[in-house]
T-cell receptor
Framework: DGGITQSPKYLFRKEGQNVTLSCEQNLNHDAMYWYRQDPGQGLRLIYYSQIVNDFQKGDIAEGYSVSREKKESFPLTVTSAQKNPTAFYLC?????????????FGSGTQLSVL | EDQVTQSPEALRLQEGESSSLNCSYTVSGLRGLFWYRQDPGKGPEFLFTLYSAGEEKEKERLKATLTKKESFLHITAPKPEDSATYLCAVIGNGGFKTIFGAGTRLFVKA
């Protein structure tokens, strides 16, 4: 079945540590996105990518980094510069990101600070 | 600035008690309005896309409608399995970024 796979489901970060969240899709979609979800707030865009080897900052990119070396993969690194990383992280994809089409989401990663 | 506001924040219904969820939006040229369902600890699941005022779409007990300023998600005779958070989102002509509301948490009691 086609879809988006996020791993791990749960992740714990120690102070000063960088952690990487994995996102893989087999939908052959060009566009991929990372969102952060906090209780009582809407999803906020961290980074997005419309094509391999290109990505753009979203609304809350500080303290995060991404790469897009393959069409299928869009990993997110939460760096030590992100002082409040505890949140539910969602990866999504869409066909090409240019026509306002719907998003397909993964099952999410819950990141907590030890 | 594009913005989406959903109300109420939470809604508690008895099984069979129909109601509506509201999504008010401000966007520079609506390219699409979306409804998603999200279960606890999972990613959102697509329900509907609406493109222009007057448009309506239905799926089982759910019906989405759209005006120039807001959208409603009508739930007819809900069942406990309809309990979830319902998210509204928009994309404007200014770009392809999807703007989400905070969601409405729906609880349906048997």
């Amino acid at each position: 079945d086609g879809g988006i796979t996020q791993s791990p489901k749960y992740l714990f970060r120690k102070e000063g540590q960088n952690v990487t969240l994995s996102c893989e899709q087999n939908l052959n979609h060009d566009a991929m996105y990372w969102y952060r979800q906090d209780p009582g707030q809407g999803l906020r865009l961290i980074y997005y990518s419309q094509i391999v080897n290109d990505f753009q900052k979203g609304d809350i990119a500080e303290g995060y980094s991404v790469s897009r070396e393959k069409k299928e993969s869009f990993p997110l690194t939460v760096t030590s510069a992100q002082k409040n990383p505890t949140a539910f992280y969602l990866c999504a994809s869409s066909i090409d990101g240019r026509r306002g089409e719907k998003l397909f989401f993964g099952s999410g990663t819950q990141l907590s600070v030890l | 600035e594009d913005q989406v506001t959903q109300s109420p924040e939470a809604l508690r219904l008895q099984e069979g008690e129909s109601s509506s969820l509201n999504c008010s939006y401000t966007v520079s040229g609506l390219r699409g309005l979306f409804w998603y369902r999200q279960d606890p600890g999972k990613g959102p699941e697509f329900l509907f896309t609406l493109y222009s005022a007057g448009e309506e779409k239905e799926k089982e007990r759910l019906k989405a409608t759209l005006t120039k300023k807001e959208s409603f998600l009508h739930i007819t005779a809900p069942k406990p399995e309809d309990s979830a958070t319902y998210l509204c989102a928009v994309i404007g002509n200014g770009g392809f970024k999807t703007i989400f509301g905070a969601g409405t948490r729906l609880f349906v009691k048997a």
